[in-house]
């Protein structure tokens, strides 16, 4: 009834390896071309998205920078503008990205905008998609998210007061401050 593993596929019209589908004894109403031909691709081009990468710290270390936690809790637009800067490579102004999100704020859909920022940046590093789904990070819990996206950039050694300009010609010159790893408590 069923085909055994060792028998080889079976093939539609088009050459593409087909699915044997038994004859219960009703009439199919699709023509045979239709009901053997296997999907576009192959099986092996299907890989599922994983993020392998890891965050540099958790997304509730906020205080693992106390000034960037006070400045992001009292205006996280400022966070925000020297967040997507990097992201984007210079191509906007951490002003004019910082403006945006003010006045989306008013709205109550800042955390929208955000969250198109951290799916960049995850994309970017290829950090995983953690604790949970990006849109859900930034609508519960907006200010610990610009706080890791800020320490993570950060900890790659951009020094997020200066921009994008700045930390290019920092590196031009060879001037790079390694990645920050956890540091340890010390008497």
Not at 60 to 69: E, G, I, R, S
Not at 91 to 98: I, P, Q
Not at 101 to 126: I, N, P, V, W
Request: glycine share 8%.
């Amino acid at each position: 009834m069923y085909p055994s593993p060792n028998e080889p596929p079976k093939y539609s019209v088009d050459g593409h390896p087909g699915y044997h589908i038994p004859n219960s004894g009703y009439p199919n109403p699709m023509p045979s071309s239709v009901q053997a031909v296997a999907p576009p691709y192959p099986a092996s081009d299907f890989r599922p998205p994983t993020a392998t990468g890891k965050w540099s710290t958790n997304l509730c270390h906020c205080c693992d920078d106390p000034a960037n936690c006070m400045i992001t809790c009292f205006c996280p637009c400022i966070t925000f503008g020297q967040i997507s800067e990097i992201v984007d490579r210079g191509s906007t102004t951490c002003a004019a990205n910082g403006t945006v999100y003010g006045l989306l704020a008013m709205t109550g859909f800042a955390c929208l905008y955000s969250c198109f920022y951290r799916s960049k940046l995850r994309g970017q590093y290829d950090l995983a998609e953690d604790p949970c789904v990006d849109c859900l990070v930034h609508f519960f819990c907006e200010a610990c998210a610009l706080c890791q996206e800020y320490r993570e950039l950060k900890n790659r050694g951009y020094d997020m007061g200066i921009g994008w300009e700045a930390n290019v010609d920092r590196q031009k010159r060879g001037v790079m401050i390694p990645p920050i790893t956890g540091q340890g408590m010390t008497r």
